[in-house]
C-alpha cells in the first residue's frame, strides 16, 4: 500500500486494490504542501497523484469552518463599521482564477490558501496592489488626487521623508459557499507544455516535434465560489476615510473585471465579476 511520506504517512494512504485515497476528509492544505507518496509502484504513480489531486480538490472548500468563518468576520466588521467607513464587495470568477500558483510545494504547483481554514483566498495585498496598479495606469488625474490617501506613499518616495501610511485597509477575502455548499468549487485544470526541452534550456535546444507533452495539473477556483471583501477606513480624520473607502472601492471593482488577478489572465483567468453590497443590505 503506498503511503504519504513522514509522520502523514500514518494517516494518509493510497489504496491500490479500490484506487482511492485512505482519508476521506482531511486538510485540503495539508495535502497540497505536505503530502508525497513514497514507495509507489511505476505503474501505479499516474493513478496514485490523481486520487491524491481529487482528494485535495474536494478538501479545499471545507463548508463548516468557511461558514463560521464568516459569520465571525460580518460581526466583527460591522461592529467596525460604527468608528468608520466600511465596503464590501462580493466577486465570482467568471470562469477560472488561479492565485499562488507559484509557491513551492511538492508537485510543484500551488495556490495561495489561508493558514488557518486550508481554503483558497484573495489576499488584501494583492487585492490593495491591483487596485491601485488600476488607478495609475486608468485613472492618474484621481489617483494624484487620492492615491496618497488611499493607499500612503509611493514605495520610491525619498528615504529621507518619513513614510504616510495610506487610510484604507483591504482584508483577505475568504471564499463564500451557498446552502449546498460548492461541489465543483475547484478544479483541476492542466498545463501541456509541448516543448519542455526547449522551455528548460531557455532556448538552447530547438523545439522540435518529436518532444513529448508533459501534463502538469494545477488547482483553480471555478465560478461555483463567491468571495467577499471588506474595506475599511482607518485614520483620525472620517471624511477623508470615506472618500478613501468608496474611490478605492471603484478602482477595485474595475481593475477585477478589467484586469483580473492572479495567474494566467492572458490565458481567461482571473477576471472577475462584481457585486457592491449597499448599505440597506447590511445587516444592524
Known sequence: MTRAAGPLGRLVHYDEQRGQLGVANANGA???HRVVWTEVPPNQREEAAAAL?????????????????????????HRLAARGTVRELVVRPQWRLVVGLGEETPSEVGLRLHATYGAPVLPGTAL?????????RQQPADYADYGRAAFGDEVDRPSSTKATAGHVMVLD???????SGAPDGIAVDVLNPHVADYYASRGASPPAEYLQPIPVHFFAVTSAVSFRIYLLARGEDPDIGE?????????LSAALEEYGVGAKTAAGYGY????AVEDEELPP
Open 53 to 77: 489531486r481529487a482528494a485535495t480538490a474536494r478538501n479545499l472548500l471545507p463548508p463548516a469552518p468557511l461558514r463560521a468563518a464568516a459569520e465571525r468576520r460580518r460581526a466583527a466588521v
Open 30 to 32: 495539508l495535502l497540497l
Open 173 to 179: 477575502a475568504l471564499p463564500e459557499l451557498g446552502s
Open 128 to 136: 490593495k496592489g491591483v487596485a491601485r496598479s488600476y488607478a495609475r
Open 272 to 275: 472577475l465579476s462584481v457585486r
Open 243 to 251: 472618500l478613501a473607502v468608496d474611490q478605492t472601492a471603484q478602482w
